[in-house]
Nanobody, 117 residues
Framework: QVQLMESGGGLVQPGGSLRLSCAAS????????MGWYRQAPGKQRELVADITNGGSTNYADSVKGRFIISRDNAKNTVYLQMNSLKPEDTAVYYC???????????WGQGTQVTVSS
């Protein structure tokens, strides 16, 4: 089992920044890629960004150039630096860890990000 603990959400004005953190514990050796998803009210959960063990990254088109995902393998933590935030970024953000076991992944409990003036 892998446990994921997210932190860093909150309320920010448009144009502002936030940094989300996700610390993994448990069977860390079984984790392959890690990432962030988000779900806005009435919408499906969508991928925001992910990063492999080797550091390769992938971003949703809507956040390219504004968000940066990074990973500290020594701390078993993945970060999402969110800049130039827009109201449409408002959502619950979930940390995800893909297992090396096909079809198995883990989710954090979610952290609310609200962008509003």
């Amino acid at each position: 089992q892998v446990q994921l603990m997210e932190s860093g959400g909150g309320l920010v004005q448009p144009g502002g920044s936030l940094r989300l953190s996700c610390a993994a514990s448990g069977r860390i050796f079984s984790i392959d890629s890690m990432g962030w998803y988000r779900q806005a009210p009435g919408k499906q959960r969508e991928l925001v960004a992910d990063i492999t063990n080797g550091g390769s990254t992938n971003y949703a088109d809507s956040v390219k150039g504004r968000f940066i995902i990074s990973r500290d393998n020594a701390k078993n933590t993945v970060y999402l630096q969110m800049n130039s935030l827009k109201p449409e970024d408002t959502a619950v953000y979930y940390c995800n860890a893909d297992s090396i076991v096909p079809g198995l992944d883990y989710w954090g409990q979610g952290t609310q990000v609200t962008v509003s003036s």
